[in-house]
T-cell receptor, first 113, second 117 residues
């Protein structure tokens, strides 16, 4: 699976959009971008995933650049409860032995009042 | 609200003792994962099962760790004998991969915080 690079930490004001970047310059054509987050003392939680089109769900939006070498997770209106470590993971979308997730160090997002 | 459950939530034990952690995956999920999280190493995959059969346990120290699924509703991770370096939070996750669709969400439990003295 492709390696990802994320900033170790970011701050965001409550109510503002949080934009979390992820670089995955070695991504292959059949690899998807997944985002998970881990709130303190909890298990990781799935947020969103995409291949090449932008995606949106009730939690966030995912913007993937046209060359797919980077992506941005957007939390449109960050709340204090969004303070967490956010993991960007790139992996092949099929099942079987490629179903496991490899977590990096992620980005600690702190939402400030 | 379907959730992965793990027991115990906290465990303190002495070096050399046997530790057993249990996980109940979400009903209907056929894939179960065990992860370990430490400050130094972050989140690491130890092993995972599909339809109760082990698919990959390459991340697990074989001499002291063992993982099993006695039935579809129970996964266990056992450490015998435990050592202080095993102190970590152990997460179980479950999922239902639907091929060929990419949707591969994993649902994580709350974790078992293990302290080995």
């Amino acid at each position: 699976d492709a390696k990802t690079t994320q900033p170790p930490s970011m701050d965001c004001a409550e109510g503002r959009a949080a934009n979390l970047p992820c670089n995955h310059s070695t991504i292959s054509g059949n690899e998807y971008v997944y985002w998970y987050r881990q709130i303190h003392s909890q298990g990781p939680q799935y947020i969103i995933h995409g291949l090449k089109n932008n995606e949106t769900n009730e939690m966030a939006s995912l913007i993937i650049t046209e060359d797919r070498k980077s992506s941005t997770l957007i939390l449109p209106h960050a709340t204090l409860r969004d303070t967490a470590v956010y993991y960007c993971i790139v992996r092949v979308g099929r099942g079987g032995s490629n179903y496991k997730l490899t977590f990096g160090k992620g980005t600690l997002l702190t939402v400030n009042p | 609200d379907a959730r992965v459950t793990q027991t115990p939530r906290h465990k303190v034990t002495e070096m050399g003792q046997e530790v057993t952690m249990r996980c109940q995956p979400i009903l209907g999920h056929n894939t179960v994962f065990w992860y370990r999280q430490t400050m130094m190493q972050g989140l690491e995959l130890l092993a995972y099962f599909r339809n109760r059969a082990p698919l990959d346990d390459s991340g697990m120290p074989k001499d002291r760790f063992s993982a099993e699924m006695p039935d579809a509703t129970l996964a266990t991770l056992k450490i015998q004998p435990s050592e202080p370096r095993d102190s970590a939070v152990y997460f179980c996750a479950s999922g239902l991969p639907i091929a060929p669709i990419s949707y591969n969400e994993q649902f994580f439990g709350p974790g078992t915080r293990l302290t080995v003295l």
